[in-house]
């Protein structure tokens, strides 16, 4: 089994694990980190599919969460607190969900349980998704020899399309290529609309102390989602990151940083 590739800082005998979101890599937590190496050794993984990580034609929770398990196995981690950014924070939930010994606290940034799967010919956010992954394999990188020119292409599609874009073209030896692997990352899109099954928990919820952080210029936590953090977990709390959207960690990194160490130390 192929090993998650990750960026570690820090020298702490706590680790702290961040694991990103859809189009993102193990620096997109960058600035966060930073703030927190004087507290712990922190992890910035490549998850399967981006980054420097291997690819795959699977890409779906169940196999994310075991990916996981065999990193904190192959680094001799016992145990260690745990943050998820959308994709990520989903990823995070059902690792919980099976490993729950293997957390100390876990943080969940701007995503909540709930499946989208079903809603995934109409539901805005799946959507977007959708149209941004079609529009990244109409891109014949081939094509195109320098940044300006791919910016160019992009500039109808407005701003936040372009910059996750481009920020997902890696250029080697005068070569442009993707940092992700669009193909499995659009036929996998129904898995990774995905949540946890509601009838899983009924029982048995996630005993995990977990911070959910949500943005305030963000639709990705509602009030029916809460309700359904109730059911799946046993110990949570909330913190509002104002000034920010989906993209807390760019957006307002000093108040997302400081709710994490507020909750984690």
Partial sequence: METLRSNIIGSSDRNLVILHGLYGNSDSWIRVAKDLTDFFTVHMLDLRNH???FLS??????????????????KGIQSANLIGHSMGGKVAMEFAAKYSQ???????????????????????????????????????????????ELSKLLLPYGETVKNVVLKNIAKLD????WKINVDSLLNNLPYIMEGLDPDDFIDNKISVETLFLQAENSNYITNSDKKLIDFIFNKYYFKLIQNAGHWLHYDNPADTSNAIKEFLL
Avoid: C, Q, W
């Fill in 174 to 177: 005068g070569k442009f290529s």
């Fill in 51 to 53: 980054g420097e990580s």
């Fill in 102 to 148: 293997m957390i100390d606290k876990m943080v969940i940034a701007d995503i909540s349980p709930r499946s989208h799967k079903a809603l995934l010919d109409y539901d805005k956010t799946s959507n977007f998704h959708l149209n941004l992954l079609y529009l990244m394999k109409s891109i014949n990188l081939e094509d195109y020899t320098e940044y300006i």
């Fill in 57 to 74: 034609d699977e890409h779906n929770y169940p196999v994310m969460s075991e990916d996981l398990y065999l990193y904190f196995r192959s």
